[in-house]
C-alpha cells in the first residue's frame, strides 16, 4: 500500500474511532440525564454501525470498480485473463507435444 494511501486509511480510521467515542459519550450523557432511555442509545447506536458498514460496503464496491477500471487503463491484465492464457499455453503445450510424438 502506497504511503499516501495508507495515511489516508489511517486518519479515517482515527476519525471513525474518534467520532464514535463522542458518539457514546453523548449518548451516555444523555441516559444520565434521563433524555434517552438505555435501549433507545444502544438502537440508535445500532443504527449508525449499521449504517457505517453500509457505506463501508458501499465504498469497497466502488474502489474495487475504481481498481479494476485503472488496471484496464494501465493495460494490467487481470487474474481472469492470467487464467485464460494459462489455460491457452498449456492447450498449445499439450497440441506441441502431441504433432512432435507424430
Known amino acids: 500500500m502506497s504511503d499516501f494511501l495508507k495515511k489516508g486509511f489511517l486518519l479515517g480510521l482515527g476519525a471513525a474511532v474518534s467520532g464514535k467515542e463522542k458518539v457514546t459519550n453523548k449518548l451516555d450523557e444523555m441516559v444520565e440525564k434521563n433524555e434517552l432511555t438505555q435501549e433507545q442509545a444502544r438502537s440508535f447506536m445500532r443504527d449508525i ?54
Open 49 to 102: 454501525i449499521d449504517k457505517g458498514e453500509t457505506k463501508t460496503d458501499e465504498w469497497s464496491s466502488k474502489q474495487f470498480e475504481q481498481t479494476q477500471h485503472m488496471a484496464k487503463d494501465l493495460g494490467i491484465a487481470t487474474q481472469e485473463e492470467v487464467n485464460e492464457l494459462r489455460t491457452r499455453l498449456a492447450d498449445l503445450e499439450r497440441q506441441t507435444q502431441t504433432d512432435k510424438e507424430h
